[in-house]
């Protein structure tokens, strides 16, 4: 009996990237706050709004920053170096968005609940949207 292996999925499939950046509103906002504004200051995304509230799939306060894949190989060691203590997760946006926030993402530190139950199994994968901010400040 032969188990057939599947093929490797192309890093074509990715169209962009999210950060979810969670927060305390209580304890951490301020830390929150500090964060995004040193990336705005040095990475071209997409800052979201702020969600003093769960909200979809997170189980946590948080804001969302989407980027280019271009951007991921300076944003995502930067974040591993500063984020302050701060749950991130960051997934791949493909045609699958409950896979990209369970099966496909990586967490910068610790590990947080994801309600897969109101994520689809398909969608159209999300381009990177405009960047709303001015980087300055070097990396």
Wanted: proline share 10%; hydrophobic share 40%.
């Amino acid at each position: 009996m032969t188990t057939e292996t599947p093929a490797p999925r192309p890093v074509a499939e990715i169209a962009s990237y999210h950060a979810h950046i969670y927060y305390d509103p209580a304890t951490t906002r301020a830390k929150a706050e500090q964060l995004r504004h040193w990336i705005g200051e040095r990475f071209s995304v997409r800052l979201g709004n702020w969600h003093d509230v769960n909200v979809g799939p997170h189980d946590q306060p948080m804001f969302q920053v989407a980027f280019a894949k271009q951007v991921f190989a300076t944003l995502v060691p930067w974040l591993m170096l500063n984020h302050l203590g701060l749950s991130i997760l960051i997934h791949p946006n493909t045609t699958n968005p409950r896979r990209d926030h369970t099966a496909d993402p990586f967490w910068i530190g610790t590990r947080l609940h994801v309600h897969d139950g109101v994520l689809p199994d398909e969608s159209e994968a999300e381009a990177a949207l405009q960047p709303n901010t001015t980087p300055h400040l070097p990396v």
